[in-house]
């Protein structure tokens, strides 16, 4: 009969790859966003949350909405800008993006 049907000879088994080489691409994934991503987002939320700590009276912000306005009281979550001569606003303090150096900007 093995005229008709060629006999198949068991080749080497292949050898196993190893587990650590198999999860080096994931762990260079990750080493790369956290480089790239993780690690520039976190410090520029704690350069942020900075700023907002600092804030005092007389600062000129500009909120995430682009409200531009000189901060007149403070409260710990809230706010107030003067915006124009009589108009005050009320914010959080996480909205504000950003500081206006003084000589930026012409008073009220």
Excluded: C
Aim: aromatic fraction near 10%; proline fraction near 6%.
């Amino acid at each position: 009969m093995s005229f008709f049907i060629s006999q198949a000879w068991a080749a080497d088994a292949p050898a196993q790859p190893d587990p650590i080489m198999s999860f080096l691409p994931l762990i260079l994934i990750f080493v790369v966003f956290y480089f790239l991503l993780i690690r520039p987002q976190q410090k520029r939320a704690k350069e942020h949350k900075a700023m907002v700590q600092g804030l005092k009276k007389g600062d000129w912000v500009v909120t995430n909405g682009g409200l531009l306005g000189k901060v007149t009281d403070l409260g710990e979550n809230f706010a107030k800008l003067q915006v124009s001569d009589g108009v005050e606003v009320k914010v959080q303090r996480a909205a504000v993006a950003a500081l206006m150096p003084k000589d930026a900007v012409k008073e009220l």
